[in-house]
């Protein structure tokens, strides 16, 4: 929690950054997977961009016809189909991994029963898979099932830091339960979504452009630059 702000507060801003977001971008599409598909997407896209996540996935769906094939493939072959994405030798027995811990506690490669699940207890459930962290779990349930996850990723986390809508010493994974409890109702996937386009077309690491920032008002980081100048 930011000091001096209490919960009430916090949600009114983000009820105010959401809605700026929205009138700025919109409400935002995305292709939806199934819930394999996606899990093994995000296990991919781990410290690499878009496109090479989208290269390395092609690249297995195209070798591979089927998870289960995936699954049962020698190691290297799943290491080479998916080097476009880097750390190929990580990502690789990760992947496989999950998919047979997936089916020695399902019986197959499903998990659309987490669907039916509270929120913590589904979340729980893929979080005990090793190599499955809060992030990945996050946008498996939000993207796949419509659970109010809110997935923190460097530009989201970056850019609550600087709004003030989280503690400056808060790590990702103390500001994915934040941001879940102060996200407005039903805004999880647009506002995730809307920050991540926040971050990387406007809130940069390293060069923000602030003069074009639809949330000028609501940024304390906007708020000192001003005041120091």
């Given at each position: 929690m930011p000091p001096g702000m209490t919960t009430s507060e916090l949600k009114r801003k983000a009820k105010a950054v959401h809605e700026k977001l929205l009138k700025a971008y919109g409400e935002p599409t995305w292709t939806r997977l199934d819930g394999i598909s996606e899990l093994v997407a995000t296990i991919l896209s781990?410290?690499?961009?878009?496109?090479?996540?989208?290269?390395?996935?092609?690249r297995l769906r195209a070798r591979f016809p089927t998870w289960e094939a995936v699954r049962d493939a020698p190691a290297e072959a799943v290491i080479d189909a998916i080097r476009p994405a880097g750390l190929a030798n990580q990502k690789g027995p990760r992947i496989q991994h999950a998919l047979r811990r997936i089916t020695e506690e399902r019986g197959q490669l499903n998990i659309d029963f987490l669907a039916d699940l509270p929120l913590d207890e589904a979340r729980q459930w893929l979080l005990n898979i090793n190599g499955i962290g809060p992030k990945t779990a996050s946008i498996v349930l939000l993207f796949c099932y419509d659970k109010p996850a809110f997935p923190v990723d460097t530009h989201v986390h970056r850019v609550t830091?600087?709004?003030?809508?989280?503690?400056?010493?808060?790590?990702?994974?103390?500001?994915?339960?934040?941001?879940?409890?102060?996200?407005?109702?039903?805004?999880?996937?647009?506002?995730?979504?809307?920050?991540?386009?926040?971050?990387?077309?406007?809130?940069?690491?390293?060069?923000?452009?602030?003069?074009?920032?639809?949330?000028?008002?609501?940024?304390?980081?906007?708020?000192?630059?001003?005041k120091a100048a």
């Open positions: 781990q410290n690499t961009n878009d496109g090479n996540r989208d290269l390395a996935y092609a830091g600087r709004l003030g809508l989280r503690d400056p010493k808060m790590n990702a994974d103390q500001t994915h339960t934040l941001m879940e409890q102060i996200c407005p109702p039903g805004a999880h996937f647009a506002m995730h979504l809307n920050l991540i386009r926040l971050g990387r077309e406007v809130c940069r690491a390293r060069t923000p452009d602030c003069s074009r920032c639809p949330l000028q008002r609501e940024c304390d980081y906007y708020r000192a630059l001003r």
